[in-house]
Nanobody
Framework: QVQLVESGGGLVQAGGSLRLSCVAS????????MGWYRQAPGKQRELVAS???????NYADSVKGRFTISRDNAKNTVHLQMNSLKPEDTAVYYC??????????????????WGQGTQVTVSA
């Protein structure tokens, strides 16, 4: 059983900053990619940023230069530092992680796990 718990969302004025955090817990063997997605009302969920186990990063064009993703492998944690926030960044932000669990000796399963989501609202 694996859980992802997010924190750090809230209400901020345009131009402000927020830092999201996500902690993975449970029977974790290893974590590959970790990332943040967001979903605004009436829109599809989209990738915001991702970070590999080697710390390689990938960002949506809309957040490049404003958002920074980082991870702490020892703590199974991923962060998203969001600066220069815009009203169009308003959405529910979801943490995602590709996690390997050991089912039994020699048997490993890889699944994508999701957090419950945290609301980010940016006022004009």
């Amino acid at each position: 059983q694996v859980q992802l718990v997010e924190s750090g969302g809230g209400l901020v004025q345009a131009g402000g900053s927020l830092r999201l955090s996500c902690v993975a817990s449970g029977s974790i063997f290893s974590i590959n990619v970790m990332g943040w997605y967001r979903q605004a009302p009436g829109k599809q969920r989209e990738l915001v940023a991702s970070i590999g186990s080697d710390s390689s990063t990938n960002y949506a064009d809309s957040v490049k230069g404003r958002f920074t993703i980082s991870r702490d492998n020892a703590k199974n944690t991923v962060h998203l530092q969001m600066n220069s926030l815009k009203p169009e960044d308003t959405a529910v932000y979801y943490c995602n992680a590709r996690i390997t669990t050991q089912q039994r000796v020699g048997v490993y399963v890889v699944n994508d796990s999701w957090g419950q989501g945290t609301q980010v609202t940016v006022s004009a």
